[in-house]
């Protein structure tokens, strides 16, 4: 609940700080009109930003997936020692 | 494996960091720029700076749409 009043506040912000500058012709009218667009444009730009940084800089532990498997083989090898079947599909 | 991770999240960085750039600049820059100056060449006129967006826009949605469809549309033949 209080995260989305918070997204609604930051909303409210915007549009109030866009409308004040429509009204108060400190830009071009034109030029406030595209504010919004460039606005969601920026946001889109900063969430691919932030996958693509994240992709990048992402930690493989090689180790961890050494053991990892070394463990799956064993509870393979015990399950199937008391009968039951876990041939993965 | 990791290697193609980072290339296309390389990938994912620069292109998100030039439609930035090149969005801003339309935007926010050129109107300020005198009309003469050479670098409104590099750039298309100002209508199109809401065209294109609005156009991928709607470009996305029909693709999403039609992809969750269509695996609807897969699921439910299966379970049948």
Redesign the interface.
Known sequence: MKHIVKILGLLVTISAIWIGLLQASIV?SS?AW?LP??L???LG??G??M????????P?CPQESHLLQKDIAEAKDFLKRKGIDVNSD | MELADKAVGFLLTTISLSIFSYYTFWVLILPFVDSDHFIHMYFLSREYAIIIPLFAGITLLCFLSMFIGYVMLKSKKKSA
């Not at chain 1, 996958?51 to 992402?58: P, Q, R």
């Open positions: 071009s030029y595209l667009v460039y969601i444009i920026l730009c900063y691919l930003f996958v693509g940084v994240g992709l990048m800089f992402f493989t």
